[in-house]
């Protein structure tokens, strides 16, 4: 097969996959208003009780049921649009505020930005998801009275501290790509040729850098799903955790989302373990679906950009075929018969 | 190396501002008041904070006992450290054999081994810390051998356990970057050159092609502590090592999220940039790492 098509197909694979997920969640949450199927109880053909809840997976319910009878199925589908739509959301912003900030930083070389830059260094060694648990932990753990803000407010609020806090990291992600591609020697003579910093920033750069921004764009997403998930596990959830003060039970999510679902029952893993891999699986899943999608557009762009890869290949073989010396006798004609 | 000396240090002193900075930012949020003057006052409060640890004290939020943090954290902080560079040991041994299975098999087989170094690579480090615990229950309940306690408690605290498990996405990260780097070198002229003056497949790339590979794997540093850390966090998180990531929770004060995140800043920094000074006397060419 055409190494191109190839990796087209795996683009086309994984990225069906991550968007059927959400417009079934989507379509699941607005046509069906998310209404979960609960089974409390199994009874026989005589009435009589066989089971209560949680089953584990069978042909009934593919992927088991939680404590109180719910299909884990429609919970996974239900919590893919929160998850999968936040992480795109937040990834968008950041991306979108990184390009600006990186772009600036690759055209500027002065004192200033060697300080911010290395100023911005410093979140390579606080793990990010710490900073943002202890950013969000006043504003998402209930307070003693109740919240003060509404859960849309929350949501926002989380959006956006996860965004600038992915900031400064793909900006300099972005930055160093520019700068590379400024050292390009194309790039010195559209200088010299008097070319001002938006034209060679729009003809020159852009084209190609756009082609590696495709690439970097699904590591965001992913890097804010595992920040999402890992303040899931601190039993910090979206759109704030429920905590009961008064008799002490566990603190809950507000919506049902993978990363709180995974966060409440990751204890379930030693006594009803299909309850917390169900939703596990899945966002494993969506992470290893976008690293496919980012290899796939990785491998695709070297086989069009480099057209000596194939070229390459060919010649390999070219010369092995030259040393087998296949050369027949019929290949040549006398010229002159005497 | 005066100049290389100062440069270094100078950034690290814009670093552990920028840290200041980050937990200055955390303390106006636990505040809730975002006024720049409290900016102001929290940034100078922490600052003389940490030209002063040793007055600094900890609060044990279980059971709210008033503590020194000085001795304290110095315990967590060799658990942690203990964890991490066992598991980077761990992960360069095991890429580094990796890599030599991967260079003797043949094509086909080397196409399946690079899918699936790229699979595990590619999978979040909250699904590996889950699987192991699993394997290792099933393997208990088959067995009746418990090959590790999971749970710490006071008195035994694990290490093996957690660097194992840490290992694992280092181990496929380095393995990924050490294939893609052996495919660049072996178009390399000087490795052509070896091949026909006869020299044995194994000598060329143990003498030869290992040190550029290894020197390509450092400028990849900054980023593997990132994740490296991170996934510390959970881990110890989730299998309760006292460890030195448990001070970094907002239960404490920004203080004390400071003065941990410079430990375990500092010394990374200072491998990183050793790392730095050796290989660009070695190979002549400047790395920023």
Redesign the interface.
């Known amino acids: 097969m055409n190494p191109k098509t190839k990796h087209i197909i795996v683009i086309f694979i994984c990225s069906t996959i991550i968007l059927s997920l959400v417009v079934g969640s989507l379509i699941f949450n607005v046509v069906f208003n998310g209404e979960i199927p609960q089974t409390r109880v199994l009874n026989d053909d005589s009435g009589n009780l066989i089971a209560i809840a949680p089953f584990p997976p069978s042909f009934q319910f593919p992927m088991g049921t939680d404590r109180d009878g719910n299909d884990m199925f429609y919970v996974i589908l239900k919590g893919a649009m929160y998850t999968i739509g936040v992480s795109l959301i937040i990834s968008c912003l950041s991306f979108a505020l990184a390009f600006v900030f990186g772009i600036i930083g690759a055209f500027t070389k002065s004192k200033s930005k060697y300080i911010t830059q290395t100023l911005f260094t410093s979140f390579y060694f606080i793990p990010q998801s710490i900073i943002a648990y202890n950013l969000l932990f006043p504003f998402l753990w209930e307070p003693p009275g109740g919240y003060t803000t509404t859960l849309t407010e929350r949501i926002v609020l989380q959006i956006v501290v996860l965004s600038i806090l992915t900031l400064p990291t793909t900006a300099i992600l972005i930055s160093n790509e520019a700068v590379q591609l400024l050292q390009k020697e194309y790039i010195t003579s559209a200088k010299v040729l008097g070319a001002s910093r938006f034209f060679i920033l729009r003809k020159h750069l852009l084209p190609h850098l756009k082609l590696r921004l495709f690439i970097i764009y699904p590591k965001i997403i992913i890097q804010v799903l595992l920040i999402l998930a890992h303040l899931g596990f601190f039993n910090l959830f979206l759109g704030g955790t429920a905590v009961d003060h008064e008799y002490g039970g566990s603190p809950a999510p507000y919506v049902n989302e993978w990363a709180g679902f995974m966060g409440t029952n990751y204890l379930e893993l030693y006594n009803k373990a299909w309850i917390f891999l169900g939703p596990m699986f899945f966002f494993a899943l969506t992470i290893l679906l976008l690293n496919g999608l980012s290899k796939g557009i990785e491998n695709l762009l070297e086989t069009q950009l480099d057209p000596q890869i194939i070229h390459k290949k060919q010649n390999i073989k070219s010369k092995t075929i030259i040393g087998v010396s296949n050369i027949k006798k019929d290949d040549f004609s006398l010229v002159k018969s005497s | 190396m005066v100049r290389f000396v100062s440069k270094t240090m100078f950034?690290m002193i814009?670093?552990?501002?920028?840290?200041i900075?980050?937990s200055t930012?955390?303390s106006l949020?636990?505040m809730?008041d975002f006024s720049l003057l409290t900016f102001g006052n929290n940034f100078v409060t922490i600052t003389t904070d940490i030209i002063s640890p040793q007055n600094l004290v900890y609060i044990n939020p279980i059971s709210d006992v008033e503590r020194n943090l000085f001795p304290i954290i110095l315990n967590a902080y060799f658990s942690s450290a203990q964890i991490f560079f066992l598991a980077l040991i761990i992960s360069l041994f095991i890429s580094l054999s990796m890599i030599v299975l991967y260079f003797s098999a043949s094509h086909r087989l080397k196409k399946s081994i690079e899918r699936i170094g790229?699979?595990i690579s590619?999978?979040?480090?909250?699904?590996l810390i889950?699987i192991t615990?699993?394997f290792v229950?099933w393997f208990f309940k088959q067995t009746g051998i418990l090959v590790f306690d999971f749970v710490a408690t006071m008195d035994n605290h694990i290490v093996l356990v957690p660097a194992i498990i840490l290992s694992v996405l280092p181990t496929f990260f380095f393995f990924s970057l050490m294939i893609s780097i052996l495919r660049e070198e072996e178009g390399m002229a000087y490795v052509e050159l070896a091949k026909s003056k006869g020299l044995k497949k194994y000598r060329i790339l143990f003498i030869h092609m290992m040190r550029n590979i290894l020197i390509s794997l450092t400028t990849h540093g900054?980023?593997i502590?990132?994740f490296m850390?991170?996934n510390?966090?959970?881990l110890e998180?989730?299998f309760n090592v006292f460890g030195v990531?448990s001070f970094?929770?907002?239960y404490n004060t920004s203080s004390i999220?400071t003065v941990t995140?410079i430990l375990?800043?500092v010394p990374?920094?200072l491998i990183l940039k050793t790392l730095q000074f050796t290989f660009s006397q070695k190979i002549g060419s400047e790395l920023n790492l």
């Open positions: 950034e814009l670093i552990i501002i920028g840290i900075l980050v930012t955390i949020f636990q809730k790229f699979i590619s999978l979040p480090d909250i699904f889950v615990q699993i229950v900054k980023h502590t990132w850390l991170s510390l966090l959970v998180y989730l990531t970094l929770f907002s999220f995140c375990l800043f990374l920094f």
